[in-house]
């Protein structure tokens, strides 16, 4: 019978490194009722706490819980450094930013040498439009750490957009917090936040109720400045890398038509919320497929495309569509892998619906390939599916 600080540490022990975290948290908290004081089991009902964090994201990708064992963590153990850059990027990662920023400025006072908690911090500034700050946390990492490449090429980044956007100004709704250029009228201003809310509430109804906490920033260019910010082309109609950018003029300088903004403003929310879902784990094709469908019917003309390519047997697989080199593709051939994922996704969401693409967005986020998720999900290869579709086009 355990009885003792001591005898309830040690069973908590046991657990932990038996994996069974949720065990050794209840034992930890007995021992640490019993014991107050002492550093070692504070030490150790902290790091349950976090390994039950990592757990929850490792095995369901479930964020906002382990988010929650992060804050009783840091209350345990307030001057420990681990569980608030943890926490930081869990903020992040969920898009709470100002939460984000308050545990990542904890941690960089409690330890001001911690380079992952300055650049987290500086991520976090640079999601909060702050590019000032951003640039502060970042230059001091990449001069103590040289070899911090992706950090490198992410602060070109945000110094090529900060160029453009540097006289921008700012107006919120909601759920968005949107840059503009100097001369952008109050009524547009409005009609694209009017969009975008509308996208929350509709393409999170899409997903069975998806609604990301955190506000998503949003810039408006012209269709030079979003060529100069974003260094691609005018054929993309616009971008989601974390913040939508959307030019609001074509190339001759004309203002896009309203339909089309918001046609391309649905388009980059459900990238939003695919992310929110099931972050980085999407492949392509799914990815742009469900933004197409949630976005638009298929136009005659991607039909007529998709029909050629069928005929003439000049269609992608879906494995070369995940994983080609999408941006050396040219116009053309872009275009056809954009039909190609609009109708596969369509196929699956108006025959099977809601239901089993949340099942299979679930398997992707926690890791589980893109084939054998649609294998689990919907009964298929990705030979057969490509089959179906091909089949549905001749
Ligand atoms: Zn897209």
Redesign the pocket.
Known sequence: MAETAADFNNLGIKAYDAKQFVDAIVNFERAYEGAPDSEVVRGNLCNAHQAAANELVAKANDFAAAAKHLEQAIGIDPKNPSPLVQLGAYYLRLDMIPDAIFRLEEAVELSPTNLDAHELLGQAYYEDNDLPSARAQWDYVLEMDQGRESLRKQYEKAFREESVEQDFHRSDSRHFRMSYPKGMTRQVQARILTFLERAYMNIGRKFGGVYPPGQVQVIAYSAEQFTEATQLESHVGAL?DGKIRVPLTDGSGEDLAPDEMERRLM??YT?VVVRFIAGEHVPWWL??GL?ETFSNELSEKDTTVLQRAYAEELDFSLSEIESSQLGVLSPEALGLAYAQAHATTNLLWTRFGQHRLGQLLSDLAVGTTAEEALRRNYKRTYLALEQEVADSFR
Do not use: G, Q, T
Request: no cysteine; aromatic share 14%; net charge negative.
């Open positions: 989601y388009h980059e990238h990815n742009e933004a």
